[in-house]
């Protein structure tokens, strides 16, 4: 696609649910980040993806968060069981691997899903 | 941990002034750039500048890096009443600065608001 696609835009849910968000990157667009940004604060990193590699998940805050990119394509981002401090947004980037080959990548970001636990 | 950091966290400034934001950052870095995010919406690229290079120009957009001092600076001139967003520096988290793991780390940002 042209841009960097996320949904939902905006997603309430109640405590203790489960949701999904959903990027779909520009197509060719080989690595692709997962962000979270809570209110005034920075953007803190989740997950990042390239290619067939494995996945690196170090900035999952917990265990109830969990990610997958299917085809190297889609990814879906998961959180179980939602806590009120889950509710931020959550950015989805994807860069290309011939940006990353010339030794700078630049990201180019969805929209973001606004996710509010209540 | 962040690794850079904006200043200051709130600007506020006249239609036609200019704008100067300052990113620190704590360890090499091979390039940094800049970000902006309109409120509602996510980052949009504007300026990538190399740890080998100074000083860099696109538009009214102006960067300076000063790898001594670990530290850029965004000057925005004749700033529009558009440019009110958040400004973003970015930096490639040095644990990944070979291969082709990239990840990029960012600062809480500078709050632009340009007054008409």
């Known amino acids: 696609g042209a841009g960097v696609s996320q949904s939902p835009s905006n997603k309430v849910t109640e405590k203790g649910k489960d949701v999904e968000l959903r990027c779909d990157p520009i197509?060719?667009?080989?690595?692709l980040y997962w962000y979270r940004q809570s209110l005034g604060q920075g953007l803190e990193f989740l997950i990042y993806?390239?290619?067939?590699?494995?996945?690196?998940k170090s900035g999952l805050p917990s265990d109830r968060f969990s990610a997958e990119r299917t085809g190297g394509s889609v990814s879906t981002l998961t959180i179980q069981r939602t806590q009120q401090e889950d509710s931020a947004v959550y950015l989805c980037?994807?860069?290309?691997?011939?940006?990353?080959?010339?030794?700078?990548?630049?990201?180019?970001f969805g929209a973001g899903s606004r996710l509010t636990v209540l | 941990s962040q690794q850079g950091e904006e200043d200051p966290q709130a600007l506020s400034i006249q239609e036609g002034e200019n704008a100067t934001m300052n990113c620190s950052y704590k360890?090499?870095?091979?390039?940094l750039q800049w970000y902006r995010q309109n409120s509602g919406r996510g980052l949009v690229h504007l300026i990538l500048?190399?740890?080998?290079?100074r000083e860099k120009h696109s538009g009214r957009l102006r960067v300076t890096l000063d790898t001594s001092k670990k530290s850029s600076s965004l000057l925005i001139t004749a700033s529009r009443a558009a440019d009110t967003a958040s400004y973003f520096c970015?930096?490639?988290?040095?644990?990944?600065?070979?291969?082709?793991?990239?990840?990029?780390?960012f600062g809480k940002g500078t709050l632009l608001t340009v007054n008409p």
């Open positions: 993806f390239q290619g067939n590699s494995a996945p690196d």
């Open positions: 360890t090499s870095i091979n390039n």
């Open positions: 500048i190399r740890s080998n290079e």
């Open positions: 970015a930096t490639v988290d040095p644990r990944y600065s070979g291969g082709s793991n990239y990840k990029l780390t």
């Open positions: 980037a994807s860069s290309s691997r011939r940006i990353l080959s010339s030794g700078a990548n630049v990201l180019t």
């Open positions: 197509s060719g667009h080989t690595a």
